[in-house]
C-alpha cells in the first residue's frame, strides 16, 4: 500500500507543494518533529509496535498517537519515498548518558536521503527522542554544521577499528559539543529493524518495555520530556523545570494534555 500523503502533511500542518527537493526535505522534516511526539506505549503495555504501513498510518497519522524512532522514521522513510526522494535506512550505537567504555547495541535508526539532481546526501532523523534530536536534515559531510534553531548540530568523522568510516552526530550544549549517537554508512533493511524493534520493545534490559518516555519538541521552542514520573521542560534559553507527577492517572492527564497523545482506554501505566 502507499500512504495517504494528504492525511500525513495535515496531521504534520505542512501546506507546501510536495516535490523532492532540498527545502520541502527541511521544511518537512521540521514538521514531522513539531507536529507527532514520541512515545512508547506500545512497549510498556506489553507489545511491540507494528511497523506495517497500515498500522503507522493508523496510529500515528489517523490515531491521535506518537511512536518511537522506528515507527517514526519508518513512516517518514515513506513520505519521502513516495515524493521521489531516495532513502537508505542506517542504524546507530546511541552515545548519549553512556558510560566511558559502555559500547551499546545499534538500537536506532536514522535515514540517509538522497536528493534528485543535489551531489551531497543527508542525514534525516525525526525519531530520536530528546532535547539533542534534529529538527532538520543534516548534509552528510565531515565537520557539517547545523543551526536548526533553537538547536545546534555538527557531523563529524571518528577514529574507530574497522574498515569503514564512523560518523558521530553532535549537539552543542552550554558551548560545548555533545555525543548524541555514531553510526557507519552501510545500508541495513527492514527486517533488520523488525527484529530490533521487537527487542527493544520486549527486552527486561530495555528500558522502553519498563517506564513510560514522551518528548515533545514544541513550535515555542520549548522541549518537553516525560521519563517515568519526572517531566523536565526545557525553554529555547536553556532554562529547565522539573517537577515530579503524582502517578498513573496525572501521567495520563499530561500526555493527554501536554504532549497531545491520545492514551488507549483502559490503559494500565507503570507507577
Avoid at 500500500?1 to 521544511?27: F, H, K
Avoid at 525519531?127 to 543551526?147: D, M, N, R
Avoid at 574507530?160 to 553532535?170: A, I, K, R, T, V
Wanted: one cysteine or more; charged letters at 20%; glycine letters at 10%.
Amino acid at each position: 500500500m502507499t500512504l495517504d500523503l494528504d492525511a500525513y502533511l495535515a496531521r504534520i500542518g505542512w501546506t507546501g507543494e510536495p516535490a523532492p527537493t532540498v527545502e520541502v526535505l527541511q521544511s518537512l522534516h521540521r514538521a514531522h518533529a513539531l507536529g507527532i511526539p514520541f512515545e512508547n506505549l506500545d512497549p510498556v503495555l506489553g507489545s511491540a509496535p507494528s511497523l506495517a504501513l497500515a498500522d503507522l498510518e493508523a496510529k500515528l497519522v489517523r490515531g491521535g498517537r506518537g511512536g518511537y524512532c522506528y515507527e517514526h522514521n519508518t513512516l517518514f522513510a515513506t513520505v519521502l519515498r513516495q515524493l521521489g526522494f531516495t532513502v537508505t535506512l542506517l542504524a546507530a550505537r546511541v552515545l548519549l548518558g553512556a558510560a566511558p567504555g559502555d559500547v551499546r547495541p545499534r538500537s536506532h535508526i536514522l535515514l540517509r536521503v538522497d536528493v534528485p539532481g543535489v551531489a551531497t546526501p543527508y542525514v534525516a532523523d525525526v525519531g530520536f527522542g530528546t532535547v539533542g534530536a534534529l529538527l532538520e536534515p543534516i548534509e552528510l559531510v565531515a565537520g557539517a554544521e547545523l543551526y536548526d534553531a533553537p538547536r545546534h548540530h555538527r557531523l563529524v568523522t571518528v577514529a574507530h577499528e574497522g574498515p569503514l568510516e564512523m560518523w558521530e552526530l553532535q549537539a552543542e550544549k552550554g558551548g560545548s559539543w555533545e555525543a548524541q549517537y555514531s553510526f557507519t554508512p552501510e545500508p541495513f533493511e527492514r527486517p533488520d529493524f523488525e527484529m530490533i524493534n521487537w527487542y527493544v520493545a520486549t527486552s527486561p534490559h530495555s528500558p522502553f518495555a519498563q517506564a513510560v518516555y514522551a518528548q515533545r519538541a514544541l513550535p515555542d521552542a520549548t522541549h518537553r520530556s516525560l521519563a517515568g514520573l519526572d517531566l523536565v521542560e526545557t525553554a529555547e534559553d536553556g532554562t529547565i523545570r522539573e517537577r515530579v507527577l503524582s502517578g498513573p492517572d496525572e501521567v495520563v492527564q499530561v500526555l493527554e494534555d501536554g504532549f497531545g497523545i491520545h492514551v488507549p482506554e483502559g490503559a494500565e501505566l507503570p507507577a
